[in-house]
């Protein structure tokens, strides 16, 4: 069974940052597209952004454009969401995925077809 475990979030002052980290275990990544989604209480889950297996191609959600980073370390398994100038709405938990199908597609459509358990980010003063 491929594994993706979250870490790194917390709570964190409007306009701080965090980096949020995606290990992989009993798989290498390389051989995925990886992407972070989230979601709020009450809301649907969000694609957030998406990176290809080669850095070549990237996905952001408008919410996020500007402000959030992602990457990937194939070396180290390990794929990183930087956040910053986070804003309350960034409130949810996060969870990151790895698909074998194109960024968009994962990201705006279908996600992912492995999943994380989940990291809480919580934005506020």
């Known amino acids: 069974q491929l594994q993706l475990v979250e870490s790194g979030g917390g709570l964190v002052q409007p306009g701080g940052s965090l980096r949020l980290s995606c290990a992989a275990a009993k798989f290498t990544l390389d051989a995925y597209v990886i992407g972070w989604f989230r979601q709020a209480p009450g809301k649907e889950r969000e694609g957030i952004s998406c990176i290809s297996n080669s850095d070549e191609s990237t996905y952001y959600a408008d919410s996020v454009k500007g402000r959030f980073t992602i990457s990937r370390d194939n070396a180290k398994n390990t794929a990183y969401l930087q956040m910053n100038s986070l804003k309350p709405e960034d409130t949810a938990v996060y969870y990151c995925?790895?698909?074998?199908?194109?960024?968009?597609?994962?990201?705006?459509?279908?996600?992912?077809?492995?999943w994380g358990q989940g990291t809480q980010v919580t934005v506020s003063s």
């Open positions: 995925a790895a698909a074998r199908r194109g960024v968009q597609d994962m990201c705006v459509i279908h996600g992912g077809d492995y």
